[in-house]
């Protein structure tokens, strides 16, 4: 009798444990499941559904070592402030979804990233820059079109600086995206100066490594 009892003690004892595992690898995996979906996340930029600046910066340093040629592209949405001062924040929200989602369809296979605020980041693989300044024009003048202007009394426009990067480019990724912002500042001033602000680059802006 004293043995059976010692053999029905140890296979509960046995249960308890694997019920213990079992629950607790239930916990893990869902442990794991929440800390993968929380870094996920952490690469999305909420508002226009575009990858987000941590990302952006991610996949640069990545494509530098790797050696990749691409598109660096700097874009700037002008008179956000003027619209959120007066027209509401709401019509500002609209102006950025907007602008996403035209670069978005313009750049398809590219990484389009929002920056914060009115800038965005586009990297687009294996695009030259003539293309890349093409398809940029194109987005300047679908944005100026877009379906949400209709009886506003106010124009979106882009802002646009490029950089090319071949593969045998030694400038580090500061360096880059500081020569595409200064780009995107002269094609800014460029416009205004000309009086002829139309969204639409109307010189090149030479790219490094061409």
Known sequence: MHGINE?????????????LIKQLSERNKKLEE?????EEHAYWDGMTGLRNRNFG????ENWLREKKEFSLI??????????????????GDNYIISAANHLKESFPG????????????LLAPDM??????????????????????EG???EYRVSFGIVFV????????SNLLSIADGRMYENKRMRKYKGRDKGIARRPNYAYGQ
């Open 166 to 173: 071949d593969k045998d480019n030694v400038l580090p990724s």
């Open 128 to 149: 030259q820059y003539n293309e890349a300044r093409e398809n940029m024009n194109l987005v300047c003048l679908n944005v100026q079109h877009d379906k949400h202007l």
């Open 7 to 19: 053999r029905s003690k140890t296979m509960n004892i046995a249960i308890k444990k694997n019920l």
């Open 152 to 154: 506003k009394e106010y």
């Open 34 to 38: 929440k800390i993968k979906a929380l």
């Open 57 to 60: 910066m991610f996949t640069l």
């Open 74 to 91: 700097f874009a700037d949405l002008d008179n956000l402030k003027y619209i959120n001062d007066n027209y509401g924040h709401e019509e």
């Open 110 to 121: 590219s990484v389009v990233c929002r920056l914060g605020g009115d800038e965005f980041l």
